[in-house]
Nanobody, 119 residues
Framework: QVQLVESGGGLVQAGGSLRLSCLASGRTFSNYIMGWFRQAPGKEREFVAHIFWSAGSTRYADSVKGRFTISRDIAKNTVYLQMNSLKPEDTAVYYC????????????WGQGTQVTVSS
């Protein structure tokens, strides 16, 4: 069974940086896509970024492009989200998720980590 455990959230001032980590376990992820999503209070969960585990190719939401970087360390089974130039509107609970490449929906989710950006 896939387990995803996020860490690295916290409180940061606008313009600051944070790095989120997602430790993945329970299977081999070579044919998986790993994603980061976020949900702000009163809003729907939204896509932030994803990375193909094997190839390393990435995609970003327009709102974070140029500020956030998703990466993975295969040896550590960990996916990262480096967040720079943070804005108050980035405040949300951030979730790590995983899905097989041939599936459309994400089946496995972490518990989430809170990111709060103060103005």
């Amino acid at each position: 069974q896939v387990q995803l455990v996020e860490s690295g959230g916290g409180l940061v001032q606008a313009g600051g940086s944070l790095r989120l980590s997602c430790l993945a376990s329970g299977r081999t992820f070579s044919n998986y896509i790993m994603g980061w999503f976020r949900q702000a209070p009163g809003k729907e969960r939204e896509f932030v970024a994803h990375i193909f585990w094997s190839a390393g190719s990435t995609r970003y939401a327009d709102s974070v492009k140029g500020r956030f970087t998703i990466s993975r360390d295969i040896a550590k089974n960990t996916v990262y989200l480096q967040m720079n130039s943070l804005k108050p509107e980035d405040t949300a609970v951030y979730y790590c998720a995983a899905r097989p490449m041939l599936r459309v929906t994400y089946d496995d989710w972490g518990q989430g980590t809170q990111v709060t950006v103060s103005s």
